[in-house]
Each structure stands twice: as C-alpha cells, then as structure tokens.
C-alpha cells in the first residue's frame, strides 16, 4: 500500500484539486456559495479576492477593450501565485481537460498505441507559440477575445458548471486527437493557454531538480512525463528543470525509485550558470 501511495501520490492530489475546484465553481452556480464563483477565466475568492487569467486578459487588451481595476488586480494575484508554483501547474493541477488526456495517454498505452511504430511525433510543440500569436491576431481583428470563443477547457468547464455549451463534444473530439492522432497532442502541442503558462513558468520559483548521483538511468521519468523534452539532464548533471514547459505534475518524482527527482525552490545561482 504504501508503494502505491508512494507512486501515484502527487495524481492524487492533483484529482482531488482539480475536482474540488469544479465542485466548488458549480456549488456557487447551484446554490450560491460564496468561497469560489466565476469561472476559470474570472473569479473571486470569498467574494473578495479576484483572479483573472493573464492570457484572457491579453486577449481583450489586443481585442481593444480597457480592462476594470479589479481584473487587472486579479491578472496580478494570478500571475504572482503561478511565479511561485509554476506556471504550467495550472495545466496539471486545475485544467478539467488534463483529466481527459490523461485518461487518453492511459488508454494509448493500455491498448498499445506507443509500440505500433517508432515513428518521431508529427508535430512540433512549438507549434502551440504559434496558436498563441495567432489568437492574439485574431483578436485584434475581430474585437473579441478569439480563443475563449472557442476554448474547449471554457466550454467543458461551463457545461459542467453550468449546463450550457458545447463541452462534451469538445471533449470527446481532444481525446479522440489524443488517443489515435497525437500523444499529448492538445496539451503538448496545440492549447496556447498552456504556450502562454509556458513563457510565464520559465519564471516561477519551484522546480523539478535531478540528482544524478542517486541516478540509475531507469528512464522511467522520461516515460510518464508529458513534456519529456525538459528532463535533457537525465543521465548527464545534476540540475532542476528550468524549462517553462514542465507542468510541475511530478509524475517524474513518483515513479523515480532511486529518489533521483524531487521539488525544490529555484537556485538563482544554478540558473546564471546554466543560462536557462
């Protein structure tokens, strides 16, 4: 038991904040509760403190909207807590389609979709940055904030939240894409939330670090992370994960049995030395 809990911990807790989350959002629609209301692009904690989404805000800035003194603070009380945490945790710890493909990476593996070919996946993860200034186009031109339109973590939170939209069949189309078109395709390679989260987590304070002496090159770190590409340390230095890219969702430190991999706070000497 306690190696289960050992391995699947930090899943765990990521499941319970994710699902609180929803919970509390739909127990404010539903029956007015007061702790967290809104949505994930706009709330207020207690009905006092706001938090507003950073690249929502972009988003009616290029649109040409003057963004309230109160969503301004909440971009900041957002933006501060994920310089801490990590930006991209909000795509592992609070987003409902990490559920979804997550479940997708399961099944491909379950049904043995990774072993049908060796082939180098088709798109670039880069390709997300593009999607993200080309939201912002979009914006410009169209006078609205172009990705909430048609975001499909908005429509699956407000259908759970709410009852409304289209979320389902967004849903149902990202974990069809995942499971026989892309690995890790919507989060790894398209969302431009997570592009943007990306840029603002290659600020944030804590880090994945690799101890390579406790090292035994198992490489089960490298098969479970989402963004694999981040953990180019594995087998060569001791150093944390500067990359921007890293989701904090510390599958890499559950599955290490050598205790190679752990969380700690961001080493500003280690990263001048490095230049990352």
């Not at 990590?86 to 049904?111: K, Y």
Request: charged fraction near 15%.
């Amino acid at each position: 038991m306690k190696k289960l809990w050992n391995s699947y911990r930090y899943l765990f807790f990521r499941r319970f904040t994710q699902i609180s989350l929803l919970i509390l959002y739909f127990g404010a629609n539903a029956w007015g509760w007061k702790m967290l209301q809104g949505n994930l692009s706009s709330s207020t904690i207690l009905g006092v403190i706001p938090m507003s989404d950073p690249y929502a805000a972009l988003q009616m800035l290029a649109a040409g909207a003057t963004l309230a003194t109160d969503l301004l603070l909440g971009v900041l009380v957002v933006t501060l807590l994920y310089f801490v945490v990590g930006g991209r945790a909000f795509c592992s710890w609070v987003c409902p389609i990490n559920m979804v493909t997550d479940f997708a990476s399961f099944v491909r593996e379950l049904i043995g979709m990774n072993k049908l070919t060796g082939v180098k996946q088709p798109a670039s993860r880069k390709l997300r940055y593009w999607v993200l200034g080309l939201s912002l186009i979009v914006s410009a031109i169209m006078g609205l904030a172009a990705f909430e339109f048609i975001s499909p973590i908005s429509m699956l939170h407000r259908g759970i939240v709410f009852g409304i939209g289209f979320g389902w069949a967004g849903v149902l189309i990202i974990f069809l894409f995942d499971l026989f078109v892309l690995k890790n395709g919507w989060c790894g390679h398209i969302c431009p939330l997570g592009g943007f989260y990306s840029i603002l987590g290659k600020f944030s304070l804590i880090r994945v670090k690799h101890n390579e002496e406790n090292c035994t090159l198992c490489m089960k770190c490298k098969v479970v992370c989402p963004e694999n590409q981040v953990l180019h340390m594995i087998g060569k230095k001791s150093l944390p994960v500067l990359s921007g890219e890293c989701t904090n969702c510390a599958r890499c430190i559950e599955v290490c049995d050598d205790d190679a991999l752990s969380f700690s706070l961001r080493s500003m000497a280690q990263n001048k030395k490095t230049g990352e």
